[in-house]
Every structure is written in C-alpha cells, then in structure tokens.
C-alpha cells in the first residue's frame, strides 16, 4: 500500500516563494502527482513526475527523489489566487495502476 | 470541451432512500473511478473501473455500488444510504497510461439525515 504525508496548512506571501514538501512510502511507484484544489471545487492537474529531478512548468516546478521517496511543489512570484490546496498523489505499479492521495496542503497567501 | 459531468451537484437525502448520483466523460477514457472527501482524510477512492464491465474495489467500497456498461457512464449507487456517507464526491476519468492525468468533475455534496 501507500502512505502519504503533506504539512497541513501553509502559509505565504504574495510575490514569494514556497515549497510545499510530500513524502511517500509505497510497495509500487510509477509516478507522482500534484493537483490543486480550490475550496469546494474539483482537483486540477499540476505537474507529473517519475524520474529523479526537477520538472518546471512556468511558476510552478515539482522535485522528485525515488530513493528518498521525497517530492516537494515549488511555487514562485506567488499570487492571491494560489490560495488553494494542493495535494500529492503516487500511482502504484502493482495495483491496476492506482493514485492514492494525501490529505493536501491548504496554502493560505497573504497580501 | 473536455470534460466530465457529476449529478446533481447537491443533495440533501433521508437515511435509506436509495440514490445515484451520475457521472459521464467525454474523452474516451479506459478508466474511471470515484472518490469521496472528508476534512482531515483527504481523497479516498471508492470503486475504480479499468473498463467496460470491469470494476473493482477501492480503499472505501462499503455501501456503495457501481456499474460500468458503457465507456462514459460510471455511475455511483448508494442502495441505503447513512449518515456517516454525508460527503462531498467526486468522479475521475483519465487514460490507463503510467503517466496519464486525472480529470475530475465538479464534485457532488451528499448529506444523509
């Protein structure tokens, strides 16, 4: 199975930078993923990872190291509207492919 | 536009009044599944299906149903619902690749009086 920690809540301010940490044990790995969600509305996809390093998309870039079943979500140049939460999930290699997710990280940015 | 469609998008409902609530994809995708959120217990998948007629359990499958006859349809069925399955759902649809993301609908706010 899986298991998956996130810091609970975070907080920023606008035109920061932060790293939003997730750490993973799994018995299968075949890629990590990170969605923002905003309050009471439906997950969005970010940024997918499955080799070591770093994958930049504009503002956001996402890390990955499989030997310490460690990735973090960078955000830069933050603004209001990153005030979301953002969650981590691992796709498993041996159970018909199944993401399961952390609990999130609700990122609070602040003017 | 690419998307998948969750009904109704709330509802109130009585202990034991069977209910489904309906989801449909429009991009083809293999897999579909269902997943509910608690506060403090993150997304927790319900019922998955890898295709047609192919469905299997998730890590929270207890009093719910699905069915999968069509490639786009994956609804969800509460036979007896309780008050412990008040939730907010949401269905997901993506490609069977390694690499492919989720598409959520809209989410459905169930409460169970």
């Known amino acids: 199975g899986q298991n998956i920690d996130q810091p609970t809540e975070m907080t920023a301010t606008e035109g920061a930078i932060v790293q939003i940490n997730c750490t993973y044990q799994t018995s299968g790995f075949n890629g990590l993923f990170w969605y923002q969600q905003h309050a009471g509305e439906a997950p969005t996809f970010l940024s997918y990872n499955v080799l070591d390093g770093l994958e930049e998309k504009g503002r956001f870039s996402s890390f990955l190291s499989r030997s310490k079943g460690y990735s973090y979500l960078l955000l830069k140049e933050l603004q209001m509207k990153d005030s979301a939460s953002y969650l981590c999930?691992?796709?498993?290699?041996?159970?018909?492919?199944?993401?399961?997710f952390g609990d999130g990280t609700t990122l609070t940015v602040k003017p | 536009e690419a998307q998948v469609t969750q009904n109704p998008r709330y509802l109130i409902t009585v202990t034991g009044k069977k209910l489904t609530v309906t989801c449909s994809q429009n991009?083809?995708?293999?897999?579909m599944s269902w997943y509910r959120q608690d506060p403090g217990l993150g997304l927790r998948q319900i019922y998955y299906s890898m295709n047609v007629e192919v469905t299997d359990k998730g890590d929270v499958p207890e009093g719910y149903k699905v069915s999968r006859k069509e490639k786009r349809n994956f609804p969800l069925i509460l036979e007896s619902p309780s008050p412990n399955q008040t939730s907010l759902y949401f269905c997901?649809?993506?490609?069977?690749?390694?690499?492919?993301?989720?598409?959520f609908g809209q989410g459905t706010r169930l409460t169970v009086v």
């Open positions: 997901a649809s993506r490609f069977t690749g390694t690499n492919t993301e989720a598409f």
């Open positions: 999930a691992v796709r498993d290699s041996t159970n018909a492919g199944k993401s399961t």
């Open positions: 991009m083809n995708h293999e897999y």
